[in-house]
C-alpha cells in the first residue's frame, strides 16, 4: 500500500541513544536554526526518558525521512522543563558559549576581524569552523559586550555572516552559497508560508573614525570640518550615513558601506516554491509519475504487480490500485479523462509491451491489452493512434478509441523486413500557445518500438491535429497522407525524404532529400502536406551530416547538423524556405530544443535534459536569458507552461543531495529549490503541468510541489 512520507528521528543526550517511541515517545520536536543568531532546540517526550538527564548534557539530532537522516542540531542541554505528562528539554548551539562570561571590556591590538572571532571562540570554548579574515584594524575594543554580540557587530560591518553548523562549529564568512541549507515542505514542514516583499536600502554612507582613513593605519588622527573626501559611499548619497570608531581606513568602510545595503538586499524576498507533499513508493522495480492538472500520478512495480495511485496538490491520496502487469519499464501518459500506462517487456506477458488504460478520476480499469510491435503516433483525447510493424508481414496504421479497444479506423501501409526502420508515420503537428486544444492531441517523439525510457517530459506548444497523418516509405520514396477518417487524400506521391529524421510542421513536410534527388549535397526540403508538391529546397554545407529536423517556433523548423566536429543549428522559415535568422547557432556538444510559449530553450544535451540552458527568440535565435546558474551540474530536466524545472547538487558537510527548482521562463526568475534525495538516488523522471511539479528517484520517493502564481 501507499504511505505517505513520515519524520525519522534520531536523538542522542549525553551520549546515548535516546529512543523517539515506545515507552517515552518524543511529542514534539522544534529546531531553531539562523543565521546571526545561536541555534536552539526543544524536544517534547510525552513521559521522562529512560536516561539521566543533567544541564550540560550534550545534544545531538539527526532528522530525515523513513531512513534517510542527517545531522540537523548539535548543542547542549541547557533547561529542564516538567510537562503534565512529559518533560520538555531545552538546549542551544555550542555557539550560544560566547553569550556566557557577562558583558565585559576587551581590546584587540591589529588584529583582522577573523583572529578577533578565533580568540572569543578559544576562550568561550567553542569550535571554529569557516572563518574569514576580513579586514584588519590596528585598535579594536569590545565595550560591556558578551562575546557574542562583539563577533555580530564585527560580521556585521565585513558582510559576514556569524552562525553555526549542524555540527555545532562556528562559522564567521561571506556568504557564497548557491542552494539553501535546508527545505521546508508544505503540508510537512509547513502549514502555511507568507511572502513579504520590501524595497532594498539604495546606499549607504560609512564615515570612518578620522582623515587618517585616506592617509593609512599608521597616520595620526584629527579632527576635520568635512569627513566626505574620506567617507566611503555604496549606491545612492545621503540615504543612511553611519560613524563608525572602528573603521580606521577607507578601505574598511568601503566594506561595511557594501555589507550594509547588501544586507539590505538579502532581506526581500521576490517568491518562493511551496511544497505540498510527498510520498514513499512502494516496491523496487520499475517506477515513473507525471503531474496533471491539479493531481499527481506515479507507476511503480510492486510484489509482482503494477501500482498506480492518484494525489493531490496538496499530497493527499485519491486513491491507488494494483494491476496484474509486472514491467520493466513504464510511462504515464494522461489524456482526455483516461490515463494511459505504457508499461514495457512485462514479465507477465512473456515479455511483450502492455498498455493499461485507466479512468483518471477513479483507477478503474478499463483495458489491459498486449501491443507487441506497437508505435504510438498520438493520443488524440480518449483515442490513441498507432502504428504497428511486423516483420514479412503488412504493417497498419489505426485510430483505437482507449476505453473499448474499438478500432474506428485502420489502413494497410507496407509489408515490413526489418520493423519500422525504413517507413513511419507523423502526425500533423501545429503550433498551439497555450497546449493543445479540446480537439487536438499530443504527438508522440519517435522512438523505438520498445523504447523504455521514462525520463524527462517535456510538454511543448505543439499539438497533434487530428485532420491528418503522414505516412513516408523511403525505401521507394512515396508519401501517403491520410485524414482524420483513414482516407487517402494523396496518395503515394513522391517524396524522395530520407526518414530518418524529419517532420511535419504547419502543414509542411521537412526533411533530407535522398541520395537520388539530391547527388553529392546534403538538402533540405520542404513539401505542402495539401498535395505534397515540393515547395522549397534548403542546400547544406559539403560534408554535412543532419542529425535532428523538429520545430523550433510558430513559423520556423530548424535542422540541426555537424560538419568538421563541431555543430550548427540553422531555422528555416516554413513559408519561403529561406533561413530565418542571420547566423547559425553554433555548439561543440551535441545540442538540442524545445518550444515553449515564451521560446525556444536550447542546450547540451544530457540525458534526457539539457545542460547550459538558455532561452532564445524563435524569430531571430537570439539569446534572451540564460536559465539556471551555469553550472555545468545543473540541467533542465522538464517543461510545461511557464516553468522549466532544473536539477543540481547541494552539498552539506559531506552529503549530497540532488536538487530540483523551478525557472518562470517568462521573466528568468528561480525559485528555491528542494531536496529530492542523496545523489546516490538518481532523479528517475520529472514532470510539470500548469503550477503542478512531480519528481521521484530511485529511493523511491515521490516530491509533489506547487509553483508561486504569476504576478
Request: with cysteine; net charge neutral; charged share 20%.
Amino acid at each position: 500500500m501507499t504511505a505517505t512520507l513520515k519524520p525519522d528521528l534520531r536523538v542522542r543526550i549525553g551520549g546515548r541513544e535516546v529512543p523517539a517511541s515506545g515507552s517515552n515517545p518524543l511529542v514534539r520536536v522544534v529546531v531553531e536554526m539562523d543565521m546571526n543568531q545561536p541555534a536552539a532546540s526543544t524536544l517534547t517526550f510525552g513521559v521522562e526518558p529512560d536516561v539521566a538527564l543533567k544541564l550540560g548534557d550534550a545534544l545531538e539530532i539527526d532528522l530525515g525521512w523513513t531512513g534517510d537522516v542527517w545531522r540537523v542540531f548539535t548543542g547542549a542541554v541547557v533547561g529542564l522543563e516538567p510537562k503534565h505528562p512529559g518533560i520538555a528539554i531545552r538546549a542551544f548551539g555550542d555557539e550560544a558559549k560566547l553569550l556566557h562570561g557577562g558583558q565585559v571590556s576587551q581590546v584587540f591590538e591589529n588584529q583582522t576581524f577573523g583572529e578577533i572571532v578565533k580568540a572569543h571562540a578559544r576562550e568561550a570554548g567553542v569550535v571554529t569552523g569557516w572563518i574569514e579574515d576580513g579586514p584588519r584594524v590596528p585598535h579594536a575594543y569590545r565595550h560591556h559586550q558578551s562575546r557574542w554580540d562583539h563577533c555580530k557587530g564585527l560580521a556585521a560591518r565585513a558582510g559576514f555572516d556569524l552562525y553555526a553548523t549542524e555540527q555545532g562549529k562556528l562559522n564567521f564568512a561571506r556568504f557564497a552559497r548557491r542552494a539553501g541549507d535546508h527545505v521546508l515542505r508544505m503540508g510537512q514542514d509547513l502549514l502555511a508560508l507568507n511572502i513579504r516583499f520590501a524595497q532594498p536600502l539604495p546606499g549607504a554612507t560609512v564615515v570612518p573614525e578620522s582623515p587618517a582613513s585616506s592617509a593609512g593605519d599608521d597616520t595620526a588622527a584629527w579632527l576635520v570640518k568635512d569627513p566626505a573626501p574620506h567617507s566611503a559611499t555604496e549606491g545612492e548619497e545621503g540615504v543612511l550615513v553611519v560613524s563608525d570608531a572602528l573603521l580606521r581606513t577607507r578601505e574598511a568602510a568601503k566594506l561595511a558601506a557594501r555589507a550594509i545595503v547588501e544586507a539590505s538586499k538579502r532581506a526581500t524576498m521576490l517568491g518562493d516554491l511551496k511544497l505540498v507533499g510527498s510520498v514513499q513508493v512502494p516496491g523496487a522495480g520499475a517506477l515513473t509519475a507525471a503531474a496533471g492538472k491539479d493531481v499527481v500520478y506515479y507507476a511503480a512495480v510492486a510484489d509482482g504487480k503494477l501500482t498506480v495511485a492518484a494525489h493531490g496538490a496538496d499530497g493527499t491520496q485519491k486513491w491507488t490500485k494494483s494491476y496484474p502487469v509486472e514491467p520493466t519499464g513504464v510511462r504515464i501518459q494522461p489524456t482526455g479523462n483516461l490515463l494511459v500506462i505504457d508499461a514495457q517487456k512485462a514479465a507477465t506477458h512473456a515479455g511483450k509491451d502492455v498498455r493499461l488504460v485507466l479512468d483518471a478520476t477513479t483507477g478503474d480499469q478499463k483495458r489491459l491489452d498486449p501491443v507487441e510491435n506497437q508505435r504510438v503516433v498520438a493520443y488524440l483525447g480518449g483515442d490513441i493512434v498507432v502504428e504497428t510493424g511486423v516483420p514479412s508481414k503488412p504493417g497498419t496504421l489505426q485510430r483505437i478509441e482507449l476505453a473499448t479497444g474499438g478500432v474506428r479506423w485502420k489502413v494497410t501501409t507496407k509489408s515490413y523486413s526489418t520493423g519500422f526502420t525504413s517507413a513511419t508515420t507523423r502526425a500533423l503537428v501545429v503550433n498551439a500557445p497555450d497546449g493543445p486544444a479540446a480537439n487536438q492531441g499530443v504527438a508522440m517523439p519517435v522512438l523505438g518500438v520498445a523504447d523504455t525510457d521514462t525520463g524527462a517530459d517535456w510538454h511543448e506548444t505543439l499539438a497533434a491535429d487530428p485532420a491528418g497523418f503522414v505516412f513516408l516509405d523511403d525505401s521507394n520514396g512515396k508519401a501517403t497522407v491520410w485524414d482524420g477518417n483513414g482516407k487517402a487524400k494523396v496518395n503515394a506521391a513522391a517524396v524522395p525524404v530520407k526518414a530518418d529524421d524529419w517532420t511535419v510542421y504547419a502543414g509542411v513536410l521537412v526533411g533530407q532529400l535522398n541520395d537520388k534527388a539530391s547527388p553529392g549535397r546534403v538538402t533540405i526540403a520542404g513539401f505542402g502536406t495539401e498535395n505534397l508538391t515540393k515547395r522549397w529546397e534548403f542546400p547544406l554545407a559539403a560534408g554535412s551530416s543532419v542529425d535532428k529536423v523538429k520545430p523550433c517556433g510558430p513559423k520556423n523548423v530548424c535542422v540541426l547538423y555537424s560538419a568538421n566536429g563541431s555543430y550548427s543549428i540553422k531555422s528555416i522559415d516554413l513559408s519561403t524556405g529561406k533561413e530565418a535568422w542571420a547566423a547559425d547557432m553554433q555548439a561543440t556538444s551535441k545540442p538540442n530544443w524545445y518550444v515553449v510559449g515564451a521560446g525556444m530553450i536550447v542546450g547540451e544535451e544530457r540525458f534526457g535534459g539539457l545542460s547550459k540552458p538558455e532561452l532564445r527568440d524563435p524569430a531571430t535565435g537570439a539569446a534572451l536569458r540564460p536559465l539556471g546558474s551555469g553550472r555545468t551540474t545543473d540541467a533542465v530536466i522538464a517543461a510545461g507552461g511557464r516553468w522549466v524545472l532544473t536539477n543540481g547538487v547541494r552539498v552539506s558537510g559531506s552529503q549530497t543531495f540532488w536538487t530540483v527548482g523551478a525557472i518562470d521562463v517568462t521573466t528568468g526568475k528561480t525559485t528555491s529549490t528542494l531536496d529530492i534525495g542523496p545523489t546516490s538516488a538518481t532523479i528517475v523522471n520529472a514532470s510539470v503541468s500548469g503550477d503542478v511539479l512531480a519528481v521521484v528517484g530511485k529511493n523511491r520517493k515521490l516530491v509533489i510541489g506547487r509553483m508561486p502564481a504569476a504576478k
